[in-house]
Nanobody, 121 residues
């Protein structure tokens, strides 16, 4: 099995910064894309940012220029640096990873348990 454990959420004032981390562990052969998604109350889960194993990144328009995603392949860890936070960024943030547990298997999606980010005005 594969576990994704997030950390770094919390309460911050508008304009502040937070850094989220997500470490993957367990039966891991290789990891393809990793990313962050978020879900605000009453809304659907939405993509925030993704990063490929080669370091190519993709961002939602709403966070471009404010958030930076990165990963450490040696540690199976993905990070999300969030700057200039706004109240609209308030949500539960979920880590996602496409993981292959054996060489002959396909990549399967795994999710973390979520970490709350609250931005006060």
């Amino acid at each position: 099995q594969v576990q994704l454990v997030e950390s770094g959420g919390g309460l911050v004032q508008a304009g502040g910064s937070l850094r989220l981390s997500c470490a993957a562990s367990g039966s891991i052969f290789s990891i393809n894309d990793m990313g962050w998604y978020r879900q605000a109350p009453g809304k659907q889960r939405e993509l925030v940012a993704t990063v490929t194993s080669g370091g190519r990144t993709n961002y939602a328009d709403s966070v471009k220029g404010r958030f930076t995603i990165s990963r450490d392949n040696a540690k199976n860890t993905v990070y999300l640096q969030m700057n200039s936070l706004k109240p609209d960024d308030t949500a539960v943030y979920y880590c996602n990873a496409a993981v292959k547990t054996r060489a002959w298997r396909t990549f399967d999606d795994y999710w973390g348990q979520g970490t709350q980010v609250t931005v006060s005005s």
